[in-house]
């Protein structure tokens, strides 16, 4: 052993000039600027004795989830489960919030690629980009559209900064609203869903979102929305690269191996990042099958409910055919599988938070 | 849309016996067994107005730390961080826990290799096991031995689900103690340490733990001995793989694609698992250097530390030579890295929990 080297001061203040100030000050800009606020509140807080969940409608599936987790944190009951046990995963899109007629996240990676389109030439010349150029996602439920959407989706989301990602997101956030109803997508989160969340919450579930949008999209607005910090969130993500000059490290977003989270990857994915099987798993299309059959895998009650979006009057009526997240195979096998159905039109008396 | 099924209970109880009922009741079981209780306390906590870190000598690398954390929580301050920028990341071996002269991970797997080999035919035969009846691991200090473990890591580690493969880490756990001093392994973490994830925490810091070691070994532990849950643990992972029997999924190791979290995947998976840089980075070895220089790369102060093992009366004194995690090249860089060095038998009165 040798050369115990020491350096001068225990910390150091970092240089916001010098050789590698000019990507660095971009990257580290959107993790210190004061954050913009996104939403109101994360979810509401019941009163003591209060109805849980007012949104929801008095009935068995109501009375069902209050008594799970009722019995979960009673110490006296054979259900009672350990605080780290208490864990509950819950898709994004068209879960937590809408999603119809196409994703958030997918409607900002478009209007992303269309700026990079026009503002540079290569991008402009990429085959990849021909279909947003001939009109494919003019009908966003155009069914060829995701199979168009996927290599605008890889390439479009590579070469920045996880701060800068984030930031491009939250920027977009501020203004982006659904075209179907108007309504601004940080304010697109269901009601019902922030209650449950907010139950969970104030009984020591730790909750994580396990969605197939972009990672750092969701990461984006979930703290502020759902209460949710950033590490809880799961998605897709985009193969990071690392390099560094001076010590100085940055992780980039990159266009090999996306992983699209979704299917079996949401199960091995909370396996990788949670550590823990759920017990509670809350989603709406056939991707969240799997995340569901694994909370439903363990010894002991789970709770694993579909959200069916059966409310034309006050938000969207749709399933097999969406094309972008279609609830099709896994509602055919709704009855065998033993998940319990969320019916928005009957089961919720308020939709929007 | 058509066919609101509704599954005629809201939730079910999952019956013991059933057609996946063998496997599922040994993955269950270890998830809802009582914990085994592993090591008496989390981290210990000051009393108020106390020292923070009474193990650390006094001298500017304490005083450093304890004032970092002071400033990054004083809302008049302009180093103040918001909650959810509080973030540090910790290795594991030789960092919070001893790691010489074979990290407990590495000893755990060798240990299941001879149980395999001796109670497995077709592991007895496959050449990747020849080196441990050949004594290649007899010297944990062998040089060759870390290019000889590799494959049998990824072969022993294949075949269970998460919840059986922590149970297995966690039995083993029991007893296990390091050959070179006899300290049972849940018994070798350092009290500084200890003392510094309890200062974070006590300051609203969110800690985690990114280790090269199998990421479920360590999270067998990390509950009970650093105060850390399962889903702030990031490490070497498996490949998980997913199947399901009737709406019952499982989530099991591979023997594919493991995933060694060191050097730049440590900085990479961050961004992926945490989604926010660390301000705080600590670890004592080579493959912990794009985690500090990641910590170091964003605007704004950031504390970025090093352990040196030099310490041969109370631990090991170990650096270069150390074949399973050399702190050898990044030795030589500190000073242009500008990472602290922590001498352990200089700045610590104490280094047993």
Redesign the interface.
Known sequence: ???????P??????R?LGR?AGI??L???A??AP?VALARQATPEPAAGADPLPSWNAG??????IE?VARSVDPAHEDWL?V??RIAAFDNDGTLMAEYPMPASTSFVLDRARELVRTMPDYARDPAFAPLRDGAFDDPLNPEAPRLYLPIRKITNAGLT??LS?AAARGWLQDAVNPADGRRWVDSAYRPMLELLALLHANDY?T?VVTGSE??FV?AFA?EVYGI?????IGT?YA???S?V??????TTTSQDMLNMTG?NK??A????????PVIAVGNSDGDQ?ML????????????LML???DAAREF????DYPWSPFDRT???????????I?MAKDWNAVWA
């Open positions: 052993m040798t050369d115990l080297h020491r350096s001061a225990p910390f150091s203040r970092r916001l590698a660095a000050a990257a580290g800009a993790a210190i954050p068995p599936l109501k009375r069902g989830i799970f350990p780290d046990r996880q701060q984030i730790t994580f990672v750092d990461r703290p910090p950033t590490w809880r969130v993500d990071y690269g690392y560094a001076d010590g100085r490290g940055q992780v079996p199960a091995t909370i396996a990788l990042h949670v550590g823990q099987r799997q059959e694994y909370a439903a895998g363990g010894i002991g009650p789970s709770l694993t069916h979006h059966t009526a749709y399933d097999r509602l055919d096998a709704m009855p065998k599988l033993g998940f319990s159905m019916d």
